[in-house]
């Protein structure tokens, strides 16, 4: 029977190549344009399912690609797949109620209300058609375009041909077809993530005022809270990668090991598989839900990987308005009116809500960027927020690049060509033994003589704090510009943007471009790209000392990146658990004073801190206790030696055990483990983990703050025994290398599997090996993805 299927398959393998007839290709070429209309009913894939459910997709052109992508992830992710099209649509408060949160999956509104009345808005506008309808290369390509169409397809013919048995979703009306414009509006909701997105609800909250008021905006607390929110990112949403170039490995290849930290759950998860058009593309990796194109991967030749960058991709424009109505602003001392945008969204149980949005030449009026940021609209005064990720639907046409490149050059060209990733660094490595570290993102163009020359008291703060621009917006000499090699005006052409190439190593762990090689710092780019010679995060430390070690030690191959991921060691405890242990053994009758006061038995903390062993494994005892102890002391006062940009790699150092916020955290860590009930040498692991069908799985690693490389963020619920969520982490993780062979070597791990449906056999199989520490072997050459033992092969068509 086995043998049998694998003839079928090497048939319509063969079939599919002549279809083709096309030669391999070193750029993609643009497939012929079609309307909204998902399709005329005759596309379809070969799909072969390997091991874990990692679907490798065969199709003849990108339409049917498109379409056997949008298949697959239909059966793994249905619901989260259709939750995040009602979101694009402007529904939420119709089928969820005005009320209930959003998963911020694809923006920052706090509520569906707020949710719907910014989409709606988008939708109305006609802001997506406008952008499919420009030319390549400021628009899509028409190949991006089919993709699209092929993925709607795809999605809604399973939906005709299967029945839900995701609870979540489940004979829900949410779930419904797709069109084009849906995926599309998808892809822009994921550009504009980090500006219009980011202040949906001060773009839908801002109304002019009524009444006469001149409220103040503290410049000094701005510029706090916009470093603080900028800084948040990384936090919650990051991402590790290393490329070592082939002086470091054993046969002079290239290798590279990418760990993106993103959501474990909704709609920003990622999904595994493999592209395949015979003679044109063959790519393998991970892709974003709801895209059709592989984000993170490889090819027989290239891999790459993307780590969330520094750059502010905004800018905010002060307005001064006319003293007689505050809808109209003055450039150059010439009245313009602002465009009224009335969006009316439905309301499940309620009647419809109508609100009104302004905008602006330079975007949108808003009144706030998160909770701590307000912008007061003043009959003097209103922001306006350029986001020029929101002209951009160019990221599908950057990974098809990336998936067709034949090496490091050829990703650097694809990004100087496309110029579409909105808010990533990538680095990338290949079979000639090549690296790239390139900052190449979509960012507003504020250099820093602008920002000098235009920047208004507020904007004089927020700018060197954050690189979040205030421009006055009274003068129309303080425009952004056009640099020559940009694809459209008001960002950055490829010449500004930070890059190295063929270091002995190219490392990012979310903070700027300055140390991407500690040997060889990037200088001399904008402050709106990042900082230069300031402090590193701890994550950033622990990756530079390792990979830098690494590199020097050489002879390195694929194994050694496998056990650079879960080493699990805690630059913190490096620097700190030693010194904590001996303050905590110095400490009068081993007691220490707790918050509020209250005297603590502390001494079994100390021997149990001495004999950790520095790692967040999930048998390691001690790291919760330090866990939770380091939370509690403010990172302001943990240490003696202060930062110094000569040293930046170990410095800050030596931990202040005098001040008293040592003691009161380590008193308060000690008095919550044993209120819980959790023994102070507990295994990580037995109060680190997720719940999964019911089974506890136990998870490795450790939160920012501890600078642990295999990064999760976990949700204390001391009641449920301790950890028990993760809410971001190690997400699609990539170990990639060469032999010279036609076949890369290659491991990966999707550490929270492929399917949301508890039902699912893939539903926690990856997770499973994650708290192994185990690693799936890639299938990417024809004779591998044959000989998996777990082949199964769906011929996926419109026409059943």
């Given at each position: 029977m086995r043998t049998r299927l694998r003839r079928l398959v090497v048939a319509a393998v063969a079939l599919l190549t002549a279809a083709t007839g096309t030669p391999p290709a070193t750029g993609y070429q643009d497939q012929p344009a079609h309307r909204d209309h998902p399709s005329a009913g005759g596309l379809s894939a070969v799909i072969r399912y390997t091991e874990y459910g990692i679907p490798h997709i065969l199709a003849k052109d990108y339409a049917d690609l498109g379409f056997g992508t949008g298949w697959a992830q239909a059966a793994d992710q249905v619901c989260t797949l259709a939750d995040g099209f009602v979101t694009v649509r402007g529904e939420r408060s119709r089928f969820f109620g005005p009320d209930a949160a959003s998963d911020f999956s694809l923006s920052s509104a706090t509520g569906n209300l707020s949710s719907d009345l910014y989409f709606r808005g988008v939708r109305e506008a006609g802001t997506?058609?406008?952008?499919?309808?420009?030319?390549?290369?400021?628009?899509?390509?028409?190949?991006?375009?089919?993709?699209?169409?092929?993925?709607?397809?795809?999605?809604?013919?399973?939906?005709?041909?299967?029945?839900?048995?995701?609870?979540?979703?489940?004979?829900?009306?949410?779930?419904?077809?797709?069109?084009?414009?849906?995926v599309a509006a998808r892809g822009y909701a994921l550009a504009v993530l980090g500006g219009q997105g980011r202040a949906v609800d001060g773009i839908t909250a801002a109304q002019p005022p009524t009444t006469p008021s001149r409220t103040s905006v503290d410049a000094r607390a701005t510029a706090r809270a916009a470093a603080e929110l900028f800084a948040a990112d990384s936090a919650g949403m990051g991402s590790n990668a290393v490329a070592f170039a082939g002086a470091t490995t054993a046969n002079g290849r290239g290798l590279l090991l990418g760990n993106p930290h993103y959501p474990w759950q909704g709609g920003r998860r990622f999904w595994q598989s493999q592209q395949t058009i015979p003679g044109r593309l063959n790519v393998s990796g991970a892709a974003l839900l709801g895209t059709a194109t592989v984000s993170i991967g490889h090819n027989a030749h290239v891999a790459w990987s993307h780590t969330v960058a520094t750059g502010v991709p905004l800018s905010l424009h002060q307005l001064t308005l006319d003293p007689a109505d505050p809808t109209v602003?003055?450039?150059?001392?010439?009245?313009?009116?602002?465009?009224?945008?009335?969006?009316?969204?439905?309301?499940?149980?309620?009647?419809?809500?109508?609100?009104?949005?302004?905008?602006?030449?330079?975007?949108?009026?808003?009144?706030?960027?998160?909770?701590?940021?307000a912008l007061p609209w003043t009959t003097t005064t209103a922001y306006a927020l350029?986001?020029?990720?929101?002209?951009?639907?160019?990221?599908?046409?950057?990974?098809?690049?990336?998936?067709?490149?034949?090496?490091?050059?050829?990703?650097?060209?694809?990004?100087?060509?496309?110029?579409?990733?909105?808010?990533?660094?990538?680095?990338a490595a290949d079979s000639g033994g090549h690296t790239l570290f390139t900052q190449s993102q979509v960012l507003p163009r504020i250099t820093d003589a602008l920002a000098r020359r235009c920047s208004t008291p507020l904007g004089e703060a927020t700018y060197p704090a954050s690189g979040v621009a205030v421009l006055d917006g009274s003068r129309g000499d303080c425009a952004l510009g056009r640099d020559p090699d940009a694809v459209e005006p008001g960002i950055f052409g490829p010449a500004h943007l930070p890059t190295l190439q063929d270091a002995p190593y190219a490392e990012n762990s979310n903070d700027s471009a300055w140390l991407a090689?500690?040997?060889?710092?990037?200088?001399?780019?904008?402050?709106?790209?990042?900082?230069?010679?300031?402090?590193r995060s701890l994550r950033t430390r622990g990756a530079i000392e390792d990979v830098s070690a690494l590199a020097r030690r050489g002879g390195l191959t694929v194994r050694d990146l496998q056990r650079q991921q879960f080493a699990n060691r805690v630059p913190a405890a490096g620097l700190a658990a030693a010194d904590a242990a001996a303050a905590c053994a110095g400490l009068p009758g081993g007691t220490a004073t707790g918050t509020g006061g209250r005297?603590?038995?502390?001494?079994?903390?100390?021997?149990?801190?001495?004999?950790?062993?520095?790692?967040?494994?999930?048998?390691?005892?001690?790291?919760?206790?330090?866990d939770r102890f380091w939370r509690?002391?403010?990172?302001?006062?943990?240490?003696?030696?202060?930062?110094?940009?000569?040293?930046?790699?170990?410095?800050?150092?030596?931990?202040?055990?005098?001040?008293?916020?040592?003691?009161?955290?380590?008193?308060?860590?000690?008095?919550?483990?044993?209120?819980?009930?959790?023994?102070?040498?507990?295994?990580?692991?037995?109060?680190?983990?997720?719940?999964?069908?019911?089974?506890?799985?136990?998870?490795?690693?450790?939160?920012?703050?501890?600078?642990?490389?295999?990064?999760?963020?976990?949700?204390?619920?001391?009641?449920?025994?301790?950890?028990?969520?993760?809410?971001?982490?190690?997400?699609?993780?990539?170990?990639?290398g060469w032999d010279g062979s036609r076949c890369p070597v290659a491991r990966t791990l999707l550490a929270y599997s492929q399917s949301s449906n508890p039902g699912s056999p893939h539903f926690d199989d990856q997770t499973r090996l994650f708290s192994g520490e185990k690693w799936v072997t890639s299938r990417f050459c024809e004779k591998d993805i044959l000989a998996s033992p777990a082949l199964r092969v769906v011929r996926a068509s419109e026409r059943r």
């Open positions: 997506v058609e406008k952008l499919l309808a420009r030319p390549a290369p400021a628009g899509p390509s028409r190949t991006a375009k089919e993709l699209m169409r092929g993925f709607a397809a795809g999605y809604n013919a399973w939906l005709r041909q299967n029945r839900i048995t995701d609870p979540a979703c489940e004979g829900a009306a949410w779930v419904r077809p797709v069109t084009t414009l849906d602003y003055l450039v150059d001392g010439r009245p313009e009116r602002m465009t009224k945008r009335t969006v009316t969204v439905a309301v499940r149980d309620g009647s419809p809500v109508t609100r009104t949005q302004w905008w602006t030449r330079h975007g949108p009026v808003v009144t706030a960027l998160g909770p701590t940021l350029n986001d020029p990720n929101a002209t951009n639907l160019r990221a599908s046409d950057t990974s098809l690049g990336f998936g067709e490149a034949r090496g490091t050059a050829d990703v650097l060209a694809s990004l100087r060509r496309t110029q579409g990733l909105p808010w990533v660094n990538t680095i090689n500690a040997d060889r710092p990037l200088t001399g780019y904008e402050r709106v790209f990042g900082t230069i010679g300031t402090a005297v603590v038995d502390v001494s079994e903390a100390c021997g149990v801190l001495a004999a950790w062993d520095r790692r967040a494994d999930t048998g390691s005892r001690g790291a919760l206790l330090f509690r002391f403010p990172a302001a006062r943990q240490w003696k030696v202060p930062f110094s940009a000569a040293d930046p790699v170990r410095t800050p150092n030596t931990l202040d055990t005098d001040a008293p916020a040592f003691t009161t955290a380590l008193a308060d860590a000690v008095a919550e483990l044993r209120a819980a009930g959790i023994p102070l040498d507990a295994p990580l692991g037995d109060h680190q983990f997720v719940v999964r069908n019911d089974r506890r799985v136990p998870v490795p690693g450790g939160t920012e703050s501890l600078g642990v490389w295999n990064k999760v963020e976990p949700v204390w619920n001391p009641a449920g025994g301790g950890y028990t969520e993760v809410t971001t982490g190690s997400s699609y993780v990539q170990a990639v």
